[in-house]
Every structure is written in C-alpha cells, then in structure tokens.
C-alpha cells in the first residue's frame, strides 16, 4: 500500500483558494465570448432591452445571414487572413533568426546584445516616432509596414531563447563533428526539437496578427486592404453616428445594427477558436517552457 503525502491546512487553503480564483478569472474571460455568440443569435428587442444575459432567447440566425452579406466584410476577412498568415511567417523568421544566435555562448559581444535586444521591453519610442519612421521608409498604405514595421516582439523572441538554450550541446556538437553547417544544425536540431515553443510563438503571433487595429487603421488608408477588425471599428462608428433615436427595433424585428455588430464579432472569433484545440497540446506545454532549464 502506497504511503500518501498529507496535505497539511495551509497547503489546503491554498488549494481551495487557487481553484476559486481561477474559477473566477475562467468566469471572466469566457464570459465576454459566450454573449457575444449569444446576442449574435438572439432576438434583436430581447437583445437591446437586456434580456439577454448569458444563453440566446429567441434563436435565429438572421443577424449572422446580415453580417454575411455586408458590403466589404469578405473582402476584409480576406485581408486579415493575408495579414496574419504572411505577417505570423515573417515574424517567426526573424524571431527564430534572432533567437537562435543569441543562444550562442559564443557569439561575441552576445550579453551586450541580448541585453540590446531586451532594452527595447522597457522603453519604446513612442507612437509618433514610430508613424514617422514608417513613413519615411514608404510603408504607409502598404501591407509591408503593418508586416515588417511590426515582425518581432521581444518577448517571444526571450522565450525561443530560452528554450535553444536548454537543448543539450552534445547534438550541437555531435552535428558539427560530422560537418554540419549553422542553417543545418537550427532546421535538423533545433527546430525539429523546439515543436511546444515554436507552436507557442506561433500561436502568440497569430492571434497579435488577427485581432491587429490600431496600427492597421493608421497605416492602412485605402479601405480596400482594412483588415476585419478595422472593418468592425467602422461598423460601430457608423451604429453611434446614427444615434438610438433612428432604431426602430420592435420585438418582430429580425436584425439590429447591436446585433449585426456581434455576429461580425463572432465571425472574427471563429477562426481562432477552429485553430486554437488542434495546437492545444503544443501551446500547454510551451507556456511552460524557460521555467525550468536543464
């Protein structure tokens, strides 16, 4: 018979208060999610009085079938699908680049970079500094200045470092012995070995990509290459712009602009919720990567 390990009182609140706080923030998070797709399919009068409150109450899909046909709204999904698959490639690039010479030990002047690298975390040049820079280098209005002028965040590039840093030196060496150059080493080592932490990266990169709206507004002047979220943002705009008094919603209606807005909300979640269960095991096991180093 196994010896169990008591548990002693202290340990036990901890537990209980750990399992009641991320009841909570779950709660929170899921929330938010969960209206959203309720109101898309509820009754817009229901909707707009507060009836609904979690679950949909009066189902239809007709909000969904409006969202659908609305002038531009393929043509802006097409353009976020651009956006972050080209812009998740590039930015893994040069992350995987960056990261992996960085884990160098000897790479010369390699603390003096790395901490380059990691100054740029604490301070930034501000918005202004930043438009500037992209106009000047004729990126404005071109998708070049949303994927390149954004292609790494410092922190996943921290985090790939990590992670090369903990594959053991043997493989690396035995690689050389046999004549390995450094690409061959990073793509038949390193890469095939780094599956968790790439998907993770990855994942982080995707989803900054997707729901992407500040900049792509600003850089992106032709409506034409705006992107879902910037598409949205206008959706709203013009809703407040018409002003409450012009809706006429009675409890026969079968749309709203309140509920238009929320189907286009959930159209933009689909895809990272199709995406998200198929890399689930990856992305458990990367957000724990660096935590422990062997």
Do not use: H
């Not at 999610?33 to 007709?62: D, M, Q, R, T």
């Amino acid at each position: 018979m196994k010896n169990k390990i008591k548990v002693g009182m202290d340990e036990k609140i901890f537990y209980i208060a750990n399992y009641i706080l991320l009841t909570i923030f779950a709660i929170m998070f899921l929330y938010p999610i969960v209206y959203v797709f309720s109101a898309s399919v509820s009754n817009p009068y229901l909707v707009e009085s507060g009836a609904v409150v979690l679950f949909p109450k009066g189902f239809n899909f007709n909000s969904f079938i409006s969202a659908m046909k609305l002038s531009g709204i393929w043509r802006a999904y097409g353009n976020s699908i651009f956006i972050t698959f080209f812009g998740t490639i590039t930015s893994m690039f040069f992350t995987l680049c960056g990261a992996y010479v960085l884990s160098k030990p000897e790479l010369k002047f390699r603390k003096f970079f790395t901490m380059m690298v990691v100054v740029t975390m604490w301070f930034d040049p501000g918005m202004i500094p930043k438009y500037l820079n992209l106009r000047d280098l004729g990126m404005i209005n071109s998708y070049t200045g949303v994927i390149l002028g954004f292609a790494i965040n410092t922190f996943n590039v921290i985090i790939l470092k990590s992670f090369f840093e903990a594959i053991p030196r043997s493989l690396e060496e035995s690689a050389r012995i046999d004549g390995a150059s450094q690409l061959q080493i990073l793509t038949k080592i390193y890469l095939p070995l780094s599956t968790s932490a790439i998907t993770t990266v990855s994942l982080f990169y995707a989803v900054s990509r997707w729901n992407g709206y500040f900049w792509t507004m600003i850089l992106l002047t032709d409506d034409t290459k705006a992107p879902l979220q910037v598409f949205l943002k206008k959706l709203i705009v013009e809703k407040n712009m018409a002003g409450e008094a012009t809706q006429m919603i009675t409890p026969e209606s079968l749309t709203s602009p309140q509920t238009i807005i929320y189907a286009v909300i959930a159209l933009s979640l689909i895809p990272i919720l199709i995406v998200y269960p198929f890399i689930q095991k990856f992305f458990k096991k990367g957000v724990t990567l660096g935590a422990v180093k062997g």
